[in-house]
């Protein structure tokens, strides 16, 4: 008996251990967590942390400096290509391994690997989207080209380099947290975050709702709600612009029996509200100085660590900075020594749907003959399970997305097949390295020609006072309506047919109005000759079109006043409606309390406006009492658009049946949000919204919220609640370029490095950072230097 | 009490060495093992003098990396587990090494009379 209790402290002490290093289901294991050598006081970094490094890397051709600011910016100087992006992979890894890595494992559907089966229907969506399909496609036209095969390469070796250096105690805290590891990194995995990009910006399913729609609504009905082009636009290509010729020839409409499938379905799954973006550039005619300004926030999901990073880039033939994106190599928004450039989302329609006829279990009707799917096994990998196999079927037109073993939106069984641009090889690392190098103007156009898709507004301007905007993407001359709903699949005149040259993109190069302005607006003018439809915003086009239609003498203050501009268009227009319809002796006295707020308000919407959420939560009472007769079930972002719902208010349009009937009903129905957010102190509108910044896992200590920012997406600081300006930047174009910027982030990844947010106090307050940009000669005035050079040299 | 405090020095003292190329658990049951297998000691004095050694010793090892961090990372760690504040964190952290240390001194002291059997 005594022997046995003897025993018991070594069986006590065997299960703790044992019981602190396995992982009980979501919970990461404790003690190589809690430990506090190798497990999270590893990533613990003194806000003292002296950054200077000397490094010996395997692969390098020559010796780089990086000199790191006081805003740990890296201005990374090489003696060649290969060692710049070598470098560029290198401090990727250092500051940002694990998001990168994180992102691309979401983008070809290996979530399961990490998060077990709950992540199962995610990985397979992604599977059978054919992400990895299509990165596939494009990493071959990427490995074609001698410049961008040498740009991946070396990105790619640079980031093993340092994963190579790492073990458990030095893996970021999340791998820790969730239990998995760092992978040696591919050149296919920044091929699908590029992949993972477009599905951001172009990943679009509203075809498939549309359909429905469409077949509800009468033809009358659905024009008049659903128009192809709102009147009153103002498009991104000004009407001065130099008219566009085709080359090509509108192809002929087939019939509508041919052209169009019917569904039906219950409900909707539909995806965030779109993704703004603005950018804009004046000429020297509108500035004080003379020389151009370019102005470009993108907006993005608002995540830390940040989607971006800041770099400066130098080496022969080569000095450029700007924001980049972990996981793939160069600089996507930012300037030269001579050219600056920012892009906003296009918006064109590049995704189209069909639906497909089986003919039998391994055969589909095309074209009048049965043809075999071509199937792609998809192997996901679920951590604690057995692996699961998911056989996509490819036709013609592109995979079979949803079938009855995996239910499209609103439980569609139909068999669906998808045509996506980003299926395409394209080459968009080659774009950015040309257009990085770029001098002038025709460099810059040859550049973006190689960018296809996600298809973008690349704003542009130089040193000589050129400027300009390409809406560049690779595009389908479609016959009129082609894509709007889902195609029929079974016959051969729905595929899409030839390229539209991408010389005929709509540009426009120094135009008389003398500036050029983008946010996801209309992009042409009816002169365009060829067709085209797309998911487009019009609210912060139509502010940021009437500031600069009025302005003269701007400074790059000017310009930062216009990014955090919170006016609202849609407030302007249809609050003094809604009064209208308001007579005061019928309403209660806590309708005319909160009324009598909006009375001398702005329509702007700022952080401490408690008018500001008054209307907002009418408006959204309204918006949804106004359609929900009509569109019931169907989530808001399906119905009329804002916009025409604005125009159809302020025209008294009968399609709206009783406005003052539905405007009396939404006040009475906002009265009680109103009073909840009354009660719990949270009435000014940054407190109504909460922007916040989050962790990619969502974890709250991680994250930021209660922001004390303005704005929502239809102002042009479009700060919502999860999305928002990622980055803000202002470049003055004169001799010495005079840029700034700022994003919500920092350039640490390290949730434990005083580097995690640095910039997001201020990025709400709408302040920025002057850029330290260094001519190839100078000297960089560095807070920490690194000496890094070739391994057994 | 004297042996006991002059063993967690030693404890303290040997970790802070070992700690630059083994895990601080792996520390916590090899340390207080092997010492107190070498020692003549009861099983409840083994337990509290390998307790309060590991319990130090990760105190030490988590305060040199927390003060110059400015608690950055232990107020959001805290935050991940509930906890309200940076200081509970390492508390339970500690208590955590502690009771590690404790057992696993507590079987040294068993083996050792197994041993002189």
Known sequence: ?793 | MKQTFIVSIIIVVLGLIFSLFMSGMWMAVVLPLVIMISMQITGRRAFGTGFLGVALLWLVLILIKDVPNHHILSSRMAGLLGLPNSAMFILVNVLLGGLLGGLSGWSGAVLNKAFRK
Request: net charge positive.
């Open chain 1, 1 to 793: 008996m005594r022997k046995v209790i003897a025993i018991l402290p070594l069986v006590f002490t065997s299960l703790l251990v044992y019981f602190l290093t396995k992982p009980m289901g979501s919970i990461p294991a404790l003690g190589k967590l809690l430990d506090p050598v190798v497990g999270c006081w590893a990533s613990a970094e003194s806000v003292n942390k002296n950054y200077n490094n000397k490094l010996k890397l395997d692969g390098l051709k020559k010796g780089v400096t990086v000199s790191f600011d006081e805003r740990l910016v890296p201005h990374i100087k090489a003696g060649n290509d290969y060692d710049l992006y070598y470098t560029q992979g290198y401090l990727h890894a250092y500051f940002r391994l694990w998001q990168m890595d994180l992102q691309t494992r979401a983008a070809g559907g290996r979530v399961s690997e990490i998060l077990g089966d709950k992540a199962l229907k995610f990985d397979r969506t992604q599977r059978r989207k054919g992400m990895v399909y299509g990165a596939e496609q494009s990493l071959k036209a990427m490995e074609a080209d001698p410049r961008s095969k040498q740009m991946l390469d070396a990105y790619t070796a640079g980031i093993n380099a340092y994963i190579n250096t790492l073990s458990f105690k030095t893996y970021p805290l999340e791998y820790k947290l969730a239990g998995f590891e760092p992978e040696p990194w591919t050149n296919l995995k920044s091929a699908l975050l590029l992949k993972y990009m477009a599905d951001d910006l172009t990943g679009y399913t509203e075809d498939i709702a549309l359909t429905v729609l469409r077949d509800m609504l009468s033809p009358e009905e659905f024009a008049a709600l659903y128009p192809e082009r709102l009147h009153g636009v103002n498009p991104v290509i000004p009407h001065d612009s130099v008219k566009q010729t085709a080359s090509l020839s509108a192809p002929a409409i087939p019939a509508d029996s041919i052209a169009w499938a019917h569904l039906t379905a219950t409900d909707f799954e539909v995806e965030e509200e779109g993704k703004g973006s603005n950018n804009w550039v004046l000429g020297g005619s509108r500035t004080k100085s003379g020389k151009p300004i370019l102005c470009n926030d993108p907006h993005l999901g608002l995540n830390l660590p940040s989607l971006w990073y800041e770099v400066q880039m130098t080496a022969p033939g080569i000095n450029v900075y700007g924001v980049s994106l972990p996981g793939s190599p160069g600089v996507i928004i930012g300037f030269n020594d001579n050219i600056s450039w920012g892009f906003t989302n296009n918006y064109r329609d590049v995704k189209d749907f069909y639906a497909i006829q089986p003919a039998s279990a391994t055969t589909y009707k095309f074209a009048g003959k049965e043809q075999p799917y071509i199937n792609r096994a998809e192997k996901i990998s679920i951590k604690g399970k057995p692996d699961y196999y998911d056989t996509v079927k490819y036709t013609v037109q592109g995979p079979v997305m949803y079938e009855e073993t995996f239910h499209g939106p609103g439980g569609l069984k139909k068999p669906i097949a998808v045509t996506w641009m980003a299926h395409r090889p394209s080459n968009e690392v080659l774009a950015l390295y040309m257009l990085n190098r770029s001098g002038n103007y025709n460099e810059y156009v040859a550049a973006i020609h190689n960018f296809l898709c996600p298809a973008q507004n690349m704003i542009y301007a130089d040193r000589h006072g050129d400027i300009a905007l390409w809406g560049q993407g690779q595009f389908i001359n479609k016959w009129r309506g082609q894509g709007r709903y889902v195609m029929n699949g079974a016959d051969s005149a729905t595929l899409w047919g030839q390229n539209i040259p991408v010389a005929e993109n709509p540009h426009a190069h120094n135009p008389a109005q003398g500036y050029i302005a983008s946010a996801n607006q209309t992009v042409t003018d009816t002169t365009y000759p060829y067709w085209y439809n797309g998911y487009f915003y019009e609210f912060r086009s139509w502010r940021i079109n009437d500031v600069l239609r009025n302005t003269r003498n701007a400074t790059v203050e000017d310009m930062f006043a216009l990014q955090n501009d919170v006016f609202s268009v849609l407030a302007s227009n249809v609050l003094p409606v809604m009064l209208t319809h308001i007579t005061p002796n019928e309403i209660t006295d806590k309708e005319r309390n909160y009324l009598n707020m909006l009375g001398s308000w702005d329509y702007r919407l700022m952080a401490e406006s408690k008018a500001a959420t008054v209307f907002q939560v009418w408006w959204a009472n309204l918006y949804a009492t106004l359609w929900a007769k009509r569109f019931g079930k169907i989530p808001d972002q399906l119905k009329p658009s804002p916009e025409r719902t604005m125009q159809l208010l302020k025209e008294e349009s009968p399609y709206l049946g009783n406005i003052k009937g539905a405007v009396v009903a939404s006040l009475r129905n906002s009265i009680d949000s109103l009073e909840k957010l009354k009660k719990a102190d949270r009435l000014e509108w940054y407190k109504a919204k909460n922007t916040s910044v989050k962790h990619l896992t969502k974890l709250a200590p991680f994250s930021y919220s209660d922001l004390k920012i303005g704005g929502w997406g239809n102002t042009v600081n479009a700060a919502k609640t999860d999305h928002g300006p990622s980055w803000r930047m202002v470049v003055q174009m004169g001799d010495a370029i005079e840029a700034y910027g700022v994003y919500p982030g920092g350039q640490s990844g390290n949730v434990g490095s005083k580097y995690y947010a640095t910039f997001l106090d201020k990025w709400v307050k709408g302040e920025y950072y002057k850029l330290s940009f260094y001519t190839a000669d100078a000297k960089p005035a560095a807070t920490y230097t690194w000496s890094i050079n070739p391994k057994n040299k």
